[in-house]
T-cell receptor, first 113, second 110 residues
Framework: EAQVTQNPRYLITVTGKKLTVTCSQNMNHEYMSWYRQDPGLGLRQIYYSMNVEVTDKGDVPEGYKVSRKEKRNFPLILESPSPNQTSLYFC????????????FGEGSWLTVV | EDQVTQSPEALRLQEGESSSLNCSYTVSGLRGLFWYRQDPGKGPEFLFTLYSAGEEKEKERLKATLTKKESFLHITAPKPEDSATYLCAVQAYRDDKIIFGKGTRLHILP
């Protein structure tokens, strides 16, 4: 079954404690991205990756890092989380960046206190 | 600036009461317009992609249409299980950036 898998699904952490949200897809997709979804603001892209070792900033990259060492994995790293990073995060993948269906993971609820 | 505006923000319908959701967009060179369904606490689920004005696509009770300025998601004889948030997104040729609207929350009453 085609899937985008994120972990953890739910996390409460404290300000400044580094955390990583993992993302893995089994569709051999080249393009992967991270979004955050906040009430009233909709989905906003954080970072994206066109392929292995190729990453770029989206609309709201501040406070986040990513890496793409393998095609299937695209972890999101919060080096020093702050309360304004409390949000619902989605990993997504598609065959390429242009005009293809985007498949989303189930989401990761992150609360920073 | 590229923009996507969805209306209404929320819509309550009786079961069987057909209606339409609107997605107005401003983009220089539309590569594609996407519709997604999102259930509470879940990831968006793909419904349709439309590429050019005049195109229509259907799936069960849903039908998506596209003009040069807007797209409609028509829901015919909806059932309670159609309750969800429906998201519209556009992608421009210029930079391939995808912009999502804020969604329409649809609630179908039994």
């Amino acid at each position: 079954e085609a899937q985008v898998t994120q972990n953890p699904r739910y996390l409460i952490t404290v300000t400044g404690k580094k955390l990583t949200v993992t993302c893995s897809q089994n569709m051999n997709h080249e393009y992967m991205s991270w979004y955050r979804q906040d009430p009233g603001l909709g989905l906003r892209q954080i970072y994206y990756s066109m392929n292995v070792e190729v990453t770029d900033k989206g609309d709201v990259p501040e406070g986040y890092k990513v890496s793409r060492k393998e095609k299937r994995n695209f972890p999101l790293i919060l080096e020093s989380p702050s309360p304004n990073q409390t949000s619902l995060y989605f990993c997504a993948s598609s065959l390429s960046r242009s005009g293809n269906t985007i498949y989303f993971g189930e989401g990761s609820w992150l609360t920073v206190v | 600036e590229d923009q996507v505006t969805q209306s209404p923000e929320a819509l309550r319908l009786q079961e069987g009461e057909s209606s339409s959701l609107n997605c107005s967009y401003t983009v220089s060179g539309l590569r594609g317009l996407f519709w997604y369904r999102q259930d509470p606490g879940k990831g968006p689920e793909f419904l349709f992609t439309l590429y050019s004005a005049g195109e229509e696509k259907e799936k069960e009770r849903l039908k998506a249409t596209l003009t040069k300025k807007e797209s409609f998601l028509h829901i015919t004889a909806p059932k309670p299980e159609d309750s969800a948030t429906y998201l519209c997104a556009v992608q421009a040729y210029r930079d391939d950036k995808i912009i999502f609207g804020k969604g329409t929350r649809l609630h179908i009453l039994p």
